[in-house]
């Protein structure tokens, strides 16, 4: 066990934070990249050697305000997402409070950061589901007839119902594929949380978790009660699970 003792400002948030953001590619306590340069200064490296199984791995990431990030592998050029999962970390911080005290959001947000550092291939997933919903909304936007109180928008034509349609169908596909993942990883942590909390209570309580979803009564209740959806084909791949038509309205949730 490593312990970081200093006085306050020294560092030692920082260097944790370094750690983490070399797992996650993200720093637990702010939401954009640019805070976690120094002032004045138009990069930030940061570089770690990872030992696991006697076999050594250097991973590099390179933060550059405004621009791309660059990451490299023993020196090697990679993609910044092809880092994940060389370093596995558990990161606990006051912020993570909002876990049981913030919005939903916050507790999809740490399922999804869950699932990749558990299985990398889970991050091109869930950009793809990030990027189809920013562009469904901004569709949804410029169907708005209104662009704020007593202004008209004037930005090009309004989206038709058939191209809706079209990235309906690629979010249902994209958000079916991270809703079995998510589920998937609560049925596996539900034995790991009861174990770990049974130890701490002494047996006294104990602790469930449990996904509440916004589809339909039926699908919501089977899911609830720990229900794991096997993927289905449908022509253009093997999701979603209530079938192969437009997602429900609450799927964007």
Not at 52 to 60: F, K, Q, S, W
Not at 79 to 108: M, W, Y
Not at 219 to 246: D, K, L, N, Q, Y
Request: charged residues 25%; positive net charge.
């Amino acid at each position: 066990m490593s312990t970081l003792v200093g006085l306050n400002g020294v560092g030692k948030t920082n260097l944790v934070e370094a750690v983490g953001y070399l797992a996650s590619l993200a720093s637990h306590r702010v939401a954009q990249d640019a805070p976690l340069v120094r002032f004045g200064a138009e990069r930030a490296i940061v570089r770690g050697a990872v030992i696991r199984d006697a076999r050594e791995t250097l991973v590099e990431l390179e933060i550059v305000p405004g621009r791309a990030n660059r990451a490299r592998l023993n020196r090697a050029a990679v993609r910044p997402r092809e880092v994940l999962g060389s370093l596995r970390t558990v990161l606990f911080a006051p912020e993570d409070l909002a876990l049981v005290k913030g919005d939903p959001s916050d507790r999809r947000r740490f399922l999804d950061d869950l699932l990749v550092s558990r299985q990398p291939r889970w991050a091109g997933v869930r950009s793809d589901y990030d990027k189809i919903l920013k562009q469904r909304n901004a569709l949804l936007r410029a169907a708005s007839p209104t662009r704020g109180p007593g202004r008209r928008r004037e930005r090009g034509p309004a989206p038709t119902p058939e191209t809706l349609e079209v990235w309906d169908d690629h979010l249902a596909l994209v958000g079916g594929q991270l809703l079995y993942a998510r589920l998937r990883l609560l049925r596996d942590l539900r034995p790991l949380l009861t174990e770990a909390y049974g130890q701490v209570s002494a047996g006294v309580s104990t602790a469930n978790a449990t996904y509440r979803s916004s589809l339909d009564d039926d699908t919501a209740a089977e899911i609830e009660a720990g229900e794991v959806f096997s993927p289905r084909s449908c022509g253009i791949g093997s999701w979603p699970p209530w079938g192969c038509g437009a997602p429900p309205r609450s799927i964007a949730a």
